[in-house]
């Protein structure tokens, strides 16, 4: 999905990919090349990780082990009226799909 919404390429069975992340708390920022996910306990992307290792919001905690992943001291705008705590992993990351 975060491929399709980069490439603005079709997704079969979706409609639109970059809704369907942020619903779960996850931001592509083509611009600056990074993408956000949200931080914390009880966040849409918390939920994601829910019966899995990373529950709880380990998933931050794991991802900043990630070379070039950061985390930003204080809440980042991802939208007009919508700013949060999140790790900020770039397009160049290992393992992320070029796009």
């Known amino acids: 999905m975060i491929c399709s919404d ?3 390429e079709p997704l079969p ?5 970059g809704g ?6 996850i931001y592509v920022d083509s611009k600056a090349r990074v993408v956000s996910l ?3 306990r009880s966040t849409p992307t918390a939920r994601l990780y829910a019966d899995t290792k990373w529950r709880n919001g380990a998933h931050a ?4 082990k990630l070379e070039g992943v950061e985390r930003p001291s204080s809440a980042v ?3 007009p009226n919508e ?4 790790v900020q992993v770039p397009f160049a990351c290992p393992g992320l799909a070029k796009g």
């Open 6 to 8: 980069v490439n603005q």
């Open 77 to 79: 705008r991802l939208a």
């Open 13 to 17: 069975g979706v409609d639109d990919a």
């Open 20 to 25: 369907a992340l942020k619903r779960h708390g």
């Open 38 to 40: 949200r931080r914390g």
């Open 61 to 64: 905690s794991a991802l900043q």
């Open 83 to 86: 700013q949060h705590r999140v």
